[in-house]
């Protein structure tokens, strides 16, 4: 029998350490010592037998020889030299962390096209896998690029195992070739795990869990101790489950540590880690002056608004240290900018730093500021409670309409206002009410339940009319109390304007924090991420399309779970819900989220912003025709379903594809009854039949993942960083709810210092500022909707070329928004002092810009 001829190829692993093991690596390894060991897999079964090798790996189809990548390293006499790293017969100088390795060998003519590549690492330290870019013959064959961008955990490790990454070709399930079937189920199993144990940092499984960490029992009192979210009680999304063990107090509470497990390649890619703790270093900083300096009284407010713009002005002056602890940490962060104690200015106080007490900004930023989501049409009056009136007293709305249309100034009736649409509400009364008098028993904070009527006027602004501000019954107040606030003309009655704006736009931040921005993007995303990786394959074609849209956002979440929603963390310190922030946005997920309703359009439709209209753009018109948030919206919302809808289009034909899909309904089978358990009952799920419903629930998801979380996140510090705009809690009541108080005297003796009570502390609008700034700034590595191409997409004509064009619309679009911004007509995003929406520019610079659309929640 003649001998098999023998086909060469040549691998090339592109990899990087961290640069400290880099560095062991090239003093300690030899030369012939091997980093990796790599396997090929054929996408053919071995004709004769119908099975793979045996020995190469047990059940799997004709398996090349394994064949090990070794690195030379040439020239390094010392460490503070430039050094080269060469890999068998390549080399490049001084190439940081990353480095090449090459290998070649031969595999038999007959071994069919390559579909995947087991990998094991066998230094004793983890490995970061760029791609392998595997030559076939002579340089005539195109090279198969196989991308990796995972961490390959250290042979060392107790769970290492043979990496699985398949080719860049994408199948679904019923495409799959024979060879790689079983290939394909043992990685999907391997991400699943089994549900037991603890879960270790190299680990890359993904499994659900109740958010049942946030509280801290064990804590020396039971201050820290909080109910676990998810359930009938407490409905919640689903997080991913780390298994660490009870806690010593509370066996339905997990164990709160410092380290928390997410699965290996969700977590900070290096440039991202060090330019996070750098940032977070400085804002550290700035929360640090003010807490020394009011250490032993943390409810001291700023004594005048002069104080407050002196934090952009003049900075924060470093107090005398004793603690040499503290001198140190000063000392090593302010080396990093001479100008470490000034906060960066807001772009709102650079164009107007008088624009908090206009009313005309406090409703425009209904429209075009961080919160667009809570503004809607008024459809009936009077107004109506869902809330039982034996608890919290009458709820009927006491705004009248001989108010509203004394407000109104005799333009029309409000029968004509409703017909017409000209009314428009924030209503945080029943989210919040029953909230109120668990939140006034708590110190330095209060809440009420509010109602702010807005009129449309002609040139498409808004104008507030009237505020509703609503105690219920409580304690030794039988009677609920309930106050109506109108703009006025005397001093008294503006004062009181002011102070109810103020208690409203804590209320808004409040609920924007927790509902628009955490629970709506953050939160009720990682189901899709958890199932995406428990359910879709590495080489399903919707699992390609989601990824980039995934990125970052469990381990960000990690970091709000540890610092920001725990209990005593940052939301519950300056936020006016305190320890009752988290179960109030369990309430809002229980009463308002529904993922039908999260696509714009349907956003829209439900608010009453808008309405179908098959002869308009985007098949919608809008109730108020300049509404920045929603016209910008709609235009990038029209470009992400075209494109999903081209890519949808190219994999799945015919509708009964989609219902044979086994991955893909196993996938959204497990958000809804999984991720969303507390959920899955509800019959506005959509169904799964045909390709509008899989374009519907992959555009919705990429929506929420990048344009919505953008448009709430990156304007915050813009927004909310000079924090008389956008205050993140209110301390006092208003000063009229008790006339027989001392601050009522004081009130009506100099109203201003009872509003700097009434405002954040010191260490609270510092702290907020901070966060803000973080979350509002761009990272080095972001990376924007359609910024760059996936390689599997590359590799695909047709995707590419539906990817170019939807590249080139995102480009006109950011073109249109341009052009809007400077057109004096639309009042909203332009004027004199008025910050341009730019929040749904697809692209940005690094730093805090107010723009730029990320793929995914990544910050």
């Known amino acids: 029998m003649a001998k098999e001829?023998?086909?060469?190829?040549?691998?090339?692993?592109?990899?990087?350490?961290?640069?400290?093991?880099?560095?062991?690596?090239?003093?300690?390894?030899?030369?012939?010592?091997a980093l990796l060991l790599l396997e090929l897999v054929s996408s053919e079964l071995d004709p004769e037998t119908g099975l793979g090798k045996k020995k190469a790996v047990q059940g799997y189809a004709?398996?090349?020889?394994?064949?090990?990548?070794?690195?030379?390293?040439?020239?390094?006499?010392?460490?503070?030299?430039?050094?080269?790293?060469?890999?068998?017969?390549?080399?490049?100088?001084?190439?940081?962390?990353?480095?090449?390795?090459?290998?070649?060998?031969?595999?038999?003519?007959?071994?069919?096209?390559?579909?995947?590549?087991?990998?094991?690492?066998?230094?004793?330290?983890?490995?970061?896998?760029?791609?392998?870019?595997?030559?076939?013959?002579?340089?005539?064959?195109?090279?198969?690029?196989?991308?990796?961008?995972?961490?390959?955990?250290?042979?060392?490790?107790?769970?290492?195992?043979?990496?699985?990454?398949?080719?860049?070709?994408?199948?679904?399930?019923?495409?799959?070739?024979?060879?790689?079937?079983?290939?394909?189920?043992?990685?999907?199993?391997?991400?699943?795990?089994?549900?037991?144990?603890?879960?270790?940092?190299?680990?890359?499984?993904?499994?659900?869990?109740?958010?049942?960490?946030?509280?801290?029992?064990?804590?020396?009192?039971?201050?820290?101790?909080?109910?676990?979210?998810?359930?009938?009680?407490?409905?919640?999304?689903?997080?991913?489950?780390?298994?660490?063990?009870?806690?010593?107090?509370?066996?339905?509470?997990?164990?709160?540590?410092?380290?928390?497990?997410?699965?290996?390649?969700?977590?900070?890619?290096?440039?991202?880690?060090?330019?996070?703790?750098?940032?977070?270093?400085?804002e550290l900083l700035h929360m640090l002056v003010p807490s020394i300096e009011t250490a032993l009284n943390d409810k001291i407010g700023f004594p005048n608004l002069t104080a407050i713009d002196n934090i952009f002005n003049q900075g924060a002056r470093l107090p005398r240290l004793q603690n040499q602890g503290l001198l140190q940490l000063v000392a090593f962060v302010a080396q990093i900018r001479d100008d470490i104690l000034l906060f960066d200015t807001p772009e709102i106080f650079k164009r107007d730093k008088f624009c908090w007490l206009k009313d005309e900004e406090f409703s425009r930023q209904t429209l075009a500021g961080v919160n667009p989501y809570s503004i809607q049409l008024v459809k009936e009056w009077p107004l109506k409670s869902k809330l039982d009136p034996k608890i919290y007293g009458p709820c009927e709305c006491s705004i009248t309409k001989e108010l509203l249309e004394r407000e109104i100034k005799g333009i029309m009736t409000v029968d004509e206002a409703l017909e017409q649409k000209k009314l428009f509400i924030l209503d945080y009364h029943d989210l919040l009410l029953p909230f109120v008098k668990k939140v006034r028993a708590l110190e330095d904070t209060t809440m009420y339940g509010s109602r702010t009527i807005f009129f449309l006027k002609p040139d498409s602004t808004l104008r507030p009319i009237a505020i509703e501000l609503t105690r219920p019954p409580m304690g030794d107040k039988a009677n609920p109390w309930k106050k109506v606030f109108t703009p006025g003309y005397d001093a008294t009655t503006c004062w009181l304007w002011k102070f109810a704006k103020v208690h409203v736009g804590a209320h808004d931040s409040g609920y924007h924090e927790l509902v628009s921005?955490?629970?709506?993007?953050?939160?009720?995303?990682?189901?899709?991420?958890?199932?995406?990786?428990?359910?879709?394959?590495?080489?399903?074609?919707?699992?390609?399309?989601?990824?980039?849209?995934?990125?970052?956002?469990?381990?960000?979440?990690?970091?709000?779970?540890?610092?920001?929603?725990?209990?005593?963390?940052?939301?519950?310190?300056?936020?006016?819900?305190?320890?009752?922030?988290?179960?109030?946005?369990?309430?809002?997920?229980?009463?308002?989220?529904?993922?039908?309703?999260?696509?714009?359009?349907?956003?829209?439709?439900?608010?009453?912003?808008?309405?179908?209209?098959?002869?308009?753009?985007?098949?919608?018109?809008?109730?108020?025709?300049?509404?920045?948030?929603?016209?910008?919206?709609?235009?990038?919302?029209?470009?992400?379903?075209?494109?999903?809808?081209?890519?949808?289009?190219?994999?799945?034909?015919?509708?009964?594809?989609?219902?044979?899909?086994?991955?893909?309904?196993?996938?959204?089978?497990?958000?809804?009854?999984?991720?969303?358990?507390?959920?899955?009952n509800e019959l506005w799920w959509p169904k799964l039949k045909n390709q509008d419903d899989l374009i519907q629930i992959l555009t919705t998801i990429a929506w929420v993942a990048s344009c919505h979380h953008a448009a709430v996140n990156f304007g915050q510090y813009t927004y909310g960083g000079y924090f008389p705009n956008r205050p993140s809690i209110a301390r006092t009541n208003m000063p009229t709810e008790d006339i027989s108080t001392e601050d009522h005297k004081i009130f009506m003796e100099k109203p201003e210092s009872v509003l700097m009570k009434c405002?954040?502390?010191?260490?609270?609008?510092?702290?907020?500022?901070?966060?803000?700034?973080?979350?509002?700034?761009?990272?080095?590595?972001?990376?924007?909707?359609?910024?760059?191409?996936?390689?599997?997409?590359?590799?695909?004509p047709q995707i590419k070329k539906a990817f170019e064009r939807f590249k080139k619309k995102l480009i006109e679009v950011s073109g249109i928004i341009d052009e809007r911004n400077e057109d004096p007509k639309l009042l909203n995003r332009t004027g004199a002092g008025v910050v341009p929406y730019k929040l749904l520019k697809p692209f940005s610079e690094p730093g805090v810009t107010g723009m730029g659309v990320p793929n995914s929640t990544s910050i």
């Open 5 to 33: 001829k023998m086909v060469t190829v040549k691998a090339e692993i592109n990899a990087k350490f961290t640069v400290g093991e880099l560095l062991r690596i090239i003093c300690k390894c030899k030369a012939t010592e």
């Open 62 to 282: 004709k398996l090349g020889k394994k064949f090990w990548l070794k690195s030379t390293v040439h020239g390094y006499p010392n460490l503070g030299k430039k050094f080269w790293l060469k890999s068998t017969v390549h080399g490049y100088p001084n190439l940081g962390n990353k480095f090449r390795l090459k290998s070649k060998f031969d595999v038999p003519e007959s071994f069919g096209d390559v579909g995947a590549v087991l990998v094991k690492n066998e230094y004793d330290k983890e490995m970061y896998l760029n791609n392998i870019v595997l030559t076939r013959g002579g340089s005539s064959n195109a090279p198969i690029t196989i991308s990796c961008n995972s961490w390959i955990a250290s042979k060392c490790d107790d769970n290492s195992q043979m990496r699985i990454f398949f080719t860049n070709k994408s199948y679904l399930p019923s495409e799959t070739p024979r060879g790689l079937k079983k290939l394909r189920e043992e990685d999907l199993k391997n991400l699943r795990g089994d549900g037991k144990g603890e879960r270790k940092s190299s680990d890359r499984i993904y499994d659900y869990d109740k958010y049942n960490d946030l509280g801290d029992p064990d804590h020396c009192s039971n201050e820290l101790a909080r109910p676990v979210l998810g359930g009938t009680q407490l409905p919640y999304p689903r997080r991913c489950r780390t298994g660490r063990g009870p806690s010593e107090k509370d066996p339905l509470s997990e164990k709160r540590s410092s380290s928390v497990y997410v699965p290996r390649d969700e977590a900070f890619s290096e440039p991202k880690e060090l330019e996070f703790k750098a940032t977070t270093a400085k």
């Open 517 to 680: 921005h955490w629970l709506r993007t953050h939160c009720c995303l990682e189901p899709y991420i958890i199932a995406t990786h428990r359910q879709l394959s590495a080489m399903h074609p919707i699992y390609r399309l989601l990824h980039p849209h995934l990125r970052y956002t469990m381990e960000i979440n990690v970091r709000a779970r540890l610092n920001l929603i725990n209990a005593g963390g940052i939301i519950e310190k300056c936020f006016s819900p305190g320890k009752y922030s988290m179960e109030l946005s369990s309430a809002a997920y229980d009463q308002i989220w529904r993922f039908d309703m999260e696509a714009l359009p349907a956003d829209l439709i439900r608010r009453g912003m808008a309405v179908e209209d098959p002869t308009s753009p985007h098949g919608l018109k809008l109730t108020i025709p300049d509404y920045p948030f929603a016209n910008d919206g709609l235009l990038v919302w029209d470009a992400i379903k075209s494109w999903i809808s081209d890519y949808v289009s190219h994999y799945y034909a015919m509708a009964s594809h989609i219902e044979t899909d086994s991955e893909l309904q196993a996938w959204w089978t497990e958000i809804r009854t999984k991720g969303h358990e507390d959920k899955k």
């Open 759 to 796: 405002f954040p502390s010191q260490i609270q609008a510092t702290m907020v500022m901070a966060v803000l700034r973080s979350l509002s700034t761009h990272s080095r590595d972001e990376e924007y909707l359609s910024g760059s191409i996936e390689p599997s997409w590359d590799e695909n």
